[in-house]
């Protein structure tokens, strides 16, 4: 029986470049309290990684919450930051770049 996967992971391109996992997260809990409301953005995520640029980053979500956090960084209009999407799998392997250590 396989066993059941219950995180999502999203591979993001960010403009302007961000290095800080705690400016990145708060700009899609920025994003989700647009899109749908205060509550939406207490969304559980953590950020898995960071490229040495800045310019994308992985994230991990709850499978349940994926839609939600895709079509909230996708549509945000929040000053400062613009997501857009490069990969996203229920498999982590699928959304890196072997030439990158995550």
């Given at each position: 029986?396989?066993?059941?996967?219950?995180?999502?992971?999203?591979?993001?391109?960010?403009?302007?470049?961000?290095?800080?996992?705690?400016s990145?997260?708060?700009?899609?809990q920025?994003?989700?309290?647009?899109?749908?409301?205060?509550?939406s953005a207490?969304?559980?995520?953590?950020?898995?990684?960071?490229?040495?640029?800045?310019?994308?980053?992985?994230i991990?979500?709850?499978?349940?919450?994926?839609?939600?956090?895709?079509?909230?960084?996708?549509?945000?209009?929040?000053p400062?930051?613009?997501?857009t999407l490069?990969?996203?799998?229920?498999?982590l392997?699928?959304?890196?770049?072997?030439?990158?250590?995550?």
């Amino acid at each position: 029986m396989p066993l059941a996967k219950s995180s999502h992971y999203i591979r993001l391109h960010l403009s302007p470049a961000g290095r800080d996992p705690l400016s990145v997260r708060k700009s899609i809990q920025d994003a989700l309290a647009q899109s749908f409301g205060a509550t939406s953005a207490g969304t559980y995520l953590d950020i898995l990684w960071i490229s040495d640029d800045g310019e994308e980053c992985v994230i991990r979500v709850d499978r349940s919450d994926t839609a939600r956090v895709l079509a909230a960084a996708m549509a945000s209009s929040a000053p400062g930051q613009m997501f857009t999407l490069v990969k996203e799998s229920s498999f982590l392997p699928a959304v890196t770049n072997l030439s990158e250590p995550l």
